[in-house]
Every structure is written in structure tokens, then in C-alpha cells.
């Protein structure tokens, strides 16, 4: 949710320090702050209320000398976005600043314990009672910054990423992690005695200095040095052996590439993504289908009483539409769960179960609870994730990365697509172990499957005019998104959409359920978006159309190339090519992004950082 940035070595700690905070910008962005160590000796904090370039702005005329320094930008949790509670936060002789991500859940036993002895708070937030925390633990038992750490981390309850900078001591950089991701960037300047470190969240803000990271494990903790020398241990001291890892992740990715906004640049790069997601996977020669992560554990897929696919947001409407083909094609049953409900009840899972976690960033702490508690009762774990190294691929037995490439728009498209695609691919190599589809039929479906990537680029060229139409839905409070069968998970994604980036409520509902509620609120001034492909249950949708066209609704509808009967009753029309009915949503999702994406412009919104959400939530 919240991004950190840090960096130690002989550059200017803070050109570094705000860029990385750009980059970030996407996961949190209602106040920033940076902390260095400047050329005096003094340990500056520097914060501000609002974006990145607010704290620019604001830092103008400050001292930035330091070549050690830590930033945060904010998503509010503790306490209402403002300066005070912004990050990096001082402690009480103002010798420690500290960032942090995550929530420290017993935050306010321990404040009270510490104001009891003395330490006073300036913010409302439970970072501050970790910084203080830490200070207070080196007072009492007279020990370096690192033991005082790993001291006052046991005592916290709670998931959290910290770094933290100590005026005393210049070329150290300290870092700690539980539940909440954090990488160090080993610089290429490191060697000879000289040390370079960079700290990032994520590795947008280390990728552009160097590929060689270490992905911080939970309960570790690190101390970097300006000689190079790195230490990690876990919190009971004990020495841990990092392990370097080469990103494979590329500038350009982070980019945005001639295009306005990230949502845009990764709604256009949908067919060339699910190209490389597919490469190797989909065998056209062939017509076949290679998971690796489904092959070397198919007796575990075969073999599974059940599926239960755990997953938030976006990822839970692709779980859907997985549920659906997966069911059909390998004849298993599927659950889909909301992660954060499912890890609260007590679900049956038995052991021949396995549980998908579907996770973009892969890091959502609700999916990764509910994962530990799946494997806990003896589920086999599989991971459909994109960010590569993260919490989710880790923590499970096997799986499928997307590769569909970073995606920096909070609103998701192309992990959207990517998941859904990966999981047609399982279903396929699924239902070729259990031999649950004719040969023709599993040949027929790879076939078309590996057509979708030129599909979409056909769909993308096709639909150009949206940004002139959807002007007119600028009045609009409310829409309708219907669909059946495959379609409806696209109808709740379509609503989702445009509730993110336009403000505007939408209602995702199976077309013939309207029946029983929302066609009270069908009249004139109601935009209905119907997705009505011509297979499928074509003559069904249509009386759904009818239906609300004699209540006066307006319809914006998306149907196969060469359509006149749906068409003829829209208001709207935006075409997509002929496919198989499993895989229409993988074409009729892209003009609903752009519909939402260009409503939201004309409603003059951010849709790159849309209020209130962030991309990745690492908390509950
Ligand atoms: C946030 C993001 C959504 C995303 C959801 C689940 O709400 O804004 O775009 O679908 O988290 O995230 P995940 O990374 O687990 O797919």
C-alpha cells in the first residue's frame, strides 16, 4: 500500500530517494516524506501532505547533501493523511527516523507503555510507536541500533516493513520486514571497500541502478553498510545467508511510453502481453498445452476432490470466469473465495484440495492469510501471481507466473487478461491429464485459445471511437453492467472499473437476475451496459435487452462482429470478433476499459491514482 525508497553509497541519496518515490506513487499517495543524513551530520525529516510533488516542492530550498536517506509515500491507515502523520517519523531525541509499511496491530499497548515511561508522540499513527519503541529498547538495555531492533520487533504484533536511519551513525542503514515486502538492490558500485544499497517495497525504485536484489524474508533483518558489507539475521540474531537474485525487469516496463496515463499504455499492451504470458505454454505446432507447474504435480490435479480458488478484487472476478471453464473442461469442482472472508471462517478443506491463490501483485495480505491457513489444513497451494518473487509464489507449492510485464495503473487490465488466460491454460492442462475432453475438442480449444492475442489487437483497432461517446455519460450516477454464463464475471468487472477510476456507482448483476431488483431502477437516465456475444445464450440476452429497452434504458452493448439484432436495439454498439463462448470475456473486458477509462478523463479524474485505493493492499 504505502512505498518505501532507501539508499546509502557515495551518490546524492536524494534525486534517488524522490524518483523512487514517483515510481512507487501507484500504491500510496495522500502524503510522502524523505529523511537524510545530510553532509553536517544533521538527520533531516521533510514531509508534506498530498502527492510526491508537493514534498518536491516543498524540500526546494532545504539541505539535501546526505548520501543516506529513506522515503515514504502514504496510504492512511493510523491517523488521517497530513504532514504530522506522514512518514519518516523521528523519535523522541530525534537520533532515529523510520518508514513503515504494514500495521502494527498492539500499536496502542505499547504507546501507552511508552508514554508511562516517559516517551511523547507527536502523530496518531503506529509507526511513530515503533520508531519510539526502538529507541526506548536501546536506552534500556544500552545496545547498538541493530540488537535494539530485533529486541523491540518481538514485542510487536503485527506485519510491517521498516528502514530505518540513525544520526549517530551515517553509514549504516537498517531494515526489517514481517508480512509486508521489502527488497535491498545491491548497487554495482559495491566492492574494493565501497558500498552501494538501495531499498524499495517493490523494485520500481532499485530496477533503474542495478538487477541484483535480495528479497528480504519475514522476521529477517538487515543492516547495510557503506563498505559494502551486508548483514542479514532473523530477529533471535541468528545469521541468515542472502540469496541474489537477476530482475529481468526492463525501464521501459515502468514507463509510460507516449501514452497519457499506465491504465492506457497497459489496456493497448493486453495482446502483446498475453502473447509473452502464453509463449512456450501454448504449443500451436502442437495444439497442445505446458504448465510446468501443472506437470511436475499433476497427480495432485488429478487427483483433487476440489478446487478453491482464494482471491480479492479483479483477481476474484478472473477466479470466477476460471471457475467456470475449469469446471467444465477438467470436471472438478471449483469454489471461488473472497480471501479475506474465507481466511475468517473455518472452511472445510481436505487434503486432496488445492487452493489457487490468483494475486496480481501477489503480496494482498487477506489472500496470503488465506492461503497459510489452507496449507495449515494440508491443501496443496498453487500460485497465479505476477510479481515475480513476491510473498504469494513463495509461499506456495507451485504455480504459474503471468509475465504480462509490470502493471503500474492502480486500476487492474492486463493482470486482469493474464490471469484469465493462465487459467484457461490450466483448466486445458488439466483436463488433458484427467482426459476429460476429446482430443478434437482439447485441439479445437488450443487452437482458438492462441488466436485471442490477435483477437484483442483486432477488438483494440476496432473500438477507437469510445473516447468521443463516452462524453455523454459524463451526468450519469449510476450504471448497470449485465452479462450471463462467462459474461457475468465481466459484467462485475466492467462495473468494478468504473467505480475505480470514474467515481461513478455501476452494478455488475447476471442479466436475468435484473429481474429480481435492479430493473427498478431501470428509467431514462440509466446507461445498461449488456455484453451479448452471438453464441452462448444469445436469444436469452436478447429478451434481457427488450426488457429494459421498454423501461426506456439506455443500451451500450458489446456483440460479435456483424451483429444487427443487439445492435439495432443499442444505443451503442462496440464489436468484438467471433470466438469460442468460454473466451469472449477476454475480448469483451477491453472496450469496457476503455469505456471506463475514458469517462473517468472526461469526468476530469486521475485514473493512474484514482482516490482512496491502492494497487497492492498489504493490509487487512
Ligand atoms: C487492490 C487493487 C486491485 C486488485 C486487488 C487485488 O484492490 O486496486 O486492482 O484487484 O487489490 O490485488 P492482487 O494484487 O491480489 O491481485
Redesign the pocket.
Known amino acids: 500500500m504505502c512505498g518505501i525508497v532507501g539508499y546509502i553509497g557515495e551518490q546524492q541519496a536524494y534525486p534517488i530517494l524522490i524518483k523512487g518515490l514517483h515510481r512507487l506513487e501507484y500504491r500510496g499517495y495522500d502524503s510522502a516524506g524523505v529523511s537524510m543524513i545530510n553532509a553536517d551530520g544533521v538527520l533531516s525529516v521533510y514531509k508534506s501532505k498530498g502527492k510526491v510533488s508537493a514534498l518536491e516542492a516543498s524540500v526546494a530550498d532545504k539541505d539535501i547533501s546526505g548520501t543516506i536517506g529513506i522515503a515514504h509515500t502514504r496510504w492512511a491507515t493510523h491517523g488521517e493523511p497530513n504532514a504530522i502523520n506522514a512518514h519518516p517519523h523521528f523519535s523522541q531525541s530525534k537520533n532515529l527516523s523510520l518508514v513503515h509499511n504494514g500495521i502494527i496491530e498492539n500499536y496502542k499497548s505499547l504507546r501507552i507503555e511508552l508514554e508511562k515511561n516517559g516517551m511523547t508522540f507527536c502523530s496518531e499513527t503506529d509507526t511513530e510507536v515503533l520508531v519510539q519503541l526502538v529507541e526506548y529498547t536501546q536506552q534500556q538495555h544500552g545496545c547498538d541500533l541493530y540488537r535494539a531492533t530485533q529486541l523491540a520487533l518481538k514485542s510487536v504484533v503485527g506485519a510491517y516493513a521498516i528502514a530505518i536511519l540513525d544520526k549517530r551513525n551515517p553509514d549504516q542503514l537498517i531494515c526489517a520486514r514481517k508480512g509486508s515486502p521489502l527488497i535491498i538492490g545491491v548497487g554495482t558500485n559495491n566492492g574494493a571497500g565501497k558500498g552501494e544499497f538501495f531499498l524499495g517495497s517493490d523494485a520500481t525504485p532499485i530496477i533503474e541502478y542495478t538487477n541484483k536484489v535480495i528479497y528480504l524474508q519475514d522476521e529477517e533483518i538487515a543492516i547495510m553498510n557503506r563498505n559494502g558489507d551486508l548483514k542479514i539475521t532473523n530477529l533471535s540474531n541468528v545469521k541468515q545467508t542472502p540469496q541474489v537474485h537477476t530482475l529481468q525487469m526492463n525501464l521501459d516496463e515502468l514507463e509510460k511510453g507516449g501514452y497519457a496515463h499506465f491504465m492506457l499504455k497497459e489496456i493497448y499492451e493486453q495482446p502483446n502481453a498475453l502473447r509473452i504470458c502464453t509463449k512456450g505454454r501454448l504449443n500451436i505446432v502442437d495444439k497442445d498445452v505446458l504448465l510446468s507447474g501443472i506437470i511436475d504435480h499433476k497427480e495432485k490435479f488429478v487427483k483433487a476432490r476440489r478446487i478453491i480458488i482464494c482471491?480479492?478484487?479483479?483477481?476474484w472476478h478472473s477466479a470466477l470466469i476460471g471457475k467456470y471453464f475449469i469446471e467444465e473442461a477438467a470436471q472438478i469442482p471449483v469454489e471461488v473465495e473472497y480471501a479475506s472472508e474465507f481466511r475468517y471462517r473455518n472452511p472445510v478443506i481436505f487434503p486432496d484440495d488445492v487452493v489457487i491463490a490468483?494475486?496480481?501483485?501477489?503480496?494482498?495480505a487477506d489472500?496470503l492469510a488465506a492461503i497459510q491457513l489452507a496449507k495449515d489444513k494440508g491443501a496443496f497451494l498453487y500460485g497465479i501471481c505476477n510479481v515475480i518473487g513476491s510473498s504469494i509464489p513463495r509461499a506456495t507449492d507451485s504455480g504459474t507466473y503471468l509475465h504480462v510485464g509490470p502493471e503500474i495503473g492502480?486500476?487492474?487490465t492486463k493482470?486482469f487478461t493474464g490471469q484469465v488466460i493462465t487459467l484457461f491454460m490450466l483448466g486445458l492442462a488439466i483436463a488433458k491429464e484427467k482426459k476429460t475432453l476429446s482430443e478434437d475438442m482439447f485441439h479445437m480449444l488450443v487452437d482458438e485459445l492462441q488466436k485471442i492475442p490477435d483477437k484483442m489487437q483486432w477488438t483494440l483497432d476496432h473500438n477507437k471511437g469510445i473516447d468521443n461517446f463516452a462524453q455523454m455519460f459524463t451526468y450519469a450516477r449510476n450504471f448497470i453492467y449485465l452479462g450471463r454464463g462467462y459474461n457475468y464475471p465481466v459484467a462485475l468487472e466492467g462495473a468494478l472499473k468504473l467505480k475505480?477510476i470514474s467515481y461513478i456507482h455501476a452494478e455488475g448483476y447476471p442479466a436475468a437476475e435484473m429481474k429480481h431488483g435492479p430493473i427498478a431502477l431501470i428509467d431514462e437516465e440509466m446507461p445498461v451496459v449488456v455484453i451479448a456475444p452471438k453464441r452462448g445464450m444469445y436469444d436469452k440476452i436478447v429478451s434481457n435487452i427488450q426488457e429494459i429497452k421498454s423501461r426506456k434504458g439506455k443500451i451500450i452493448s458489446v456483440v460479435t462482429e456483424g451483429d444487427t439484432i443487439v445492435k439495432g436495439m443499442s444505443d451503442y454498439c462496440f464489436e468484438i470478433p467471433d470466438t469460442r463462448d468460454c473466451y469472449v470475456p477476454l475480448l469483451a473486458i477491453l472496450p469496457l476499459q476503455l469505456l471506463s477509462y475514458y469517462v473517468a478523463i472526461a469526468k476530469g479524474r486521475n485514473v493512474d491514482q484514482p482516490r482512496n485505493?491502492?494497487?497492492?493492499?498489504t493490509v487487512e
Open positions: 482471491a480479492c478484487g479483479t483477481s490468483v494475486s496480481q501483485s501477489g503480496e494482498t489472500t492502480v486500476a487492474s493482470a475505480e485505493l491502492a494497487k497492492s493492499v
